[in-house]
C-alpha cells in the first residue's frame, strides 16, 4: 500500500514538473503538491563539487518533498576531465556509485545511489567549464535539452 502510494505521489509531482513520457523537465513556475517545497537556492550536500566553482542561483532551482529534483549550475576554469577524475574519486564517498560516462557535445557523468539518479554534465565555452547537475528519482530520467 505503502508504494502504491509513493507511485501515485511521484505521478502527480511529475505531472507538475512538465512530464514528457518519463523524461520531466522541472518549472520553476509549475504547481506542487502542498507539502512540497519549491527551493532556489538548494545545493545538495552529498554531491561534491570542485573547488573554484561558482553556484550560479538565478540558473538554478529544485524541488524538494517526498523526493529531490534538483538542477543546479556551476562554472569554473577546471578542465572538465580533471572535473571527471574528482567527481569519479569522490562521488563514492558520499554514497553515490558509478555507472557510466556519456559523451554526445557535451561529457556527462551518471551515478546512482538507493534512491536517485545523479547526472553532471560539462561542456567547455571559451576557458571556462559549465556544470550542470541533475538529481532526480531512480527509474524517471531527466529529460536533457
Known sequence: MARCSLA???LISLSSVGCIGKRFVLEPGALYPANSIIV???QPRDVPIPRGFRYLPKESHAYVGAFRVVDAHYVGETLMEQVASFLE???PLHGWTYQRRELVRRLTLVFVNPR????VTMR???KRTELRLRLVPR?????VR
Do not use: A, F, G, H
Open 8 to 10: 501515485l505521489l511521484v
Open 40 to 42: 532556489n537556492d538548494y
Open 89 to 91: 574519486e569522490q562521488m
Open 116 to 119: 536517485e539518479e545523479c547526472y
Open 124 to 126: 567547455r565555452i571559451d
Open 139 to 143: 527509474d524517471v530520467k531527466p529529460y
